[in-house]
């Protein structure tokens, strides 16, 4: 089945260390997505990728680091930088070529983050 | 910069009634999308509707539609005939049309429904 898929659902983290969130999908699409999910302050973006070997920050990049040396994967790393790291990650992928069909973004299930 | 703003943090809805959900927007864009996304307690994100800003006809899917007043930068949701697995957070969200920009989407605070029986 395609879709977009991340790993671990549940994560935990020690004050200090890094940690990185994975994401893969199978659905060939050429964009890929990292957002932060706050209660009350809906989906911030932090990285976006539209392109293997290339990435840009979002609104929020600070305290994360971002790779594309695949289509398929696109893996969010929390540094120790990342001040309020306790959030739901959610990745998302979508088509970059143009036509109302592929403004869709499809979102994998997310990855919930406590810092301990 | 854009801005996606969603006033009503919570709204509830008995089963079968009609609720609409109210989103504004900040743009001097001409070319976009709007998107609603419905996010259950599952916190899986599942695309609602889209409604491409260079068309006059409000978009419209089964018990779901829009009322888009882009003169006003309003996007408002609503859905008929509530039923229980209409309860979750909705997302109103921004997408400008260009190729270069990524494709991002810009995202309101959300609105938490719950559809009682």
């Known amino acids: 089945d395609g879709g977009i898929t991340q790993s671990p659902k549940y994560l935990f983290r020690k004050e200090g260390q890094n940690v990185t969130l994975s994401c893969e999908q199978n659905l060939n699409h050429d964009a890929m997505y990292w957002y932060r999910q706050d209660p009350g302050q809906g989906l911030r973006l932090i990285y976006y990728?539209?392109?293997?070997?290339?990435?840009q920050k979002g609104d929020i990049a600070e305290g994360y680091s971002v790779s594309r040396e695949k289509k398929e994967s696109f893996p969010l790393t929390v540094t120790s930088a990342q001040k309020n790291p306790t959030a739901f990650y959610l990745c998302?992928?979508?088509?970059?070529?143009?036509?109302?069909?592929?403004?869709?973004?499809?979102f994998g299930q997310g990855t919930r983050l406590t810092v301990v | 910069a854009q801005t996606v703003t969603q006033s009503q943090p919570e709204m509830s809805v008995q089963e079968a009634e009609t609720v609409t959900l109210s989103c504004t927007y900040d743009t001097s864009e001409n070319n976009y999308y709007l998107f609603w996304y419905k996010q259950p307690p599952s916190r899986q994100m599942i695309l609602v509707i889209r409604q491409e800003a260079y068309k006059q006809q409000n978009a419209t899917e089964n018990r779901f539609s829009v009322n888009f007043q882009k003169a006003a930068k309003s996007f408002s949701l609503k859905i008929s005939d509530s039923q229980l697995g209409d309860t979750a957070m909705y997302f109103c969200?921004?997408?400008?049309?260009?190729?270069?920009?990524?494709?991002?989407?810009?995202f309101g605070q959300g609105t938490e429904l719950s559809v009682k029986p």
């Open positions: 990728s539209q392109i293997v070997n290339d990435f």
């Open positions: 969200a921004f997408m400008k049309l260009s190729y270069n920009q990524g494709g991002k989407l810009i």
């Open positions: 998302a992928s979508k088509l970059r070529t143009g036509g109302n069909m592929n403004t869709e973004a499809f």
